[in-house]
């Protein structure tokens, strides 16, 4: 059975710092990208960051590009998500999910529980 679990979330003042897990079992992150998404109270979901597995590159949308980054280590089978600098509107429950291969696009299938990340002004 596949299963995604993120962790790390919390409360965190404006321009603080949180990493957040993501760690998979019934498959291997060597065989599948790994996004990163969040969704807040009355918002879209809103896709943050992708790693691909086939040759480690990353994606990141402009509301998170040079605050957030993705990495991944394939020996723990887990990805991370750090994300400086963080903002009141940061503020959201995030999610990781697996691609459909290695490669970053716009399909994902498993997706994780989330985890809350609450940034305080």
């Known amino acids: 059975e596949v299963q995604l679990m993120e962790s790390g979330g919390g409360l965190v003042q404006a321009g603080g710092s949180l990493r957040l897990s993501c760690a998979a079992s019934?498959?291997?992150?060597?065989?599948?990208?790994i996004g990163w998404f969040r969704q807040a109270p009355g918002k879209e979901r809103e896709g943050l960051a992708c790693?691909?597995?086939?040759?480690?590159?990353?994606y990141y949308a402009d509301s998170v590009k040079g605050r957030f980054t993705v990495s991944s280590d394939n020996a723990k089978n887990t990805v991370y998500l750090q994300m400086n600098s963080l903002k009141p509107e940061d503020t959201a429950v995030y999610y990781c999910?697996?691609?459909?291969?290695?490669?970053?696009?716009?399909?994902?299938?498993?997706w994780g529980q989330g985890t809350q990340v609450t940034v305080s002004s």
């Open positions: 019934g498959f291997s992150f060597d065989d599948y990208a």
């Open positions: 790693i691909s597995s086939s040759d480690g590159s990353t």
């Open positions: 999910t697996s691609g459909v291969d290695e490669v970053c696009g716009d399909e994902y299938d498993y």
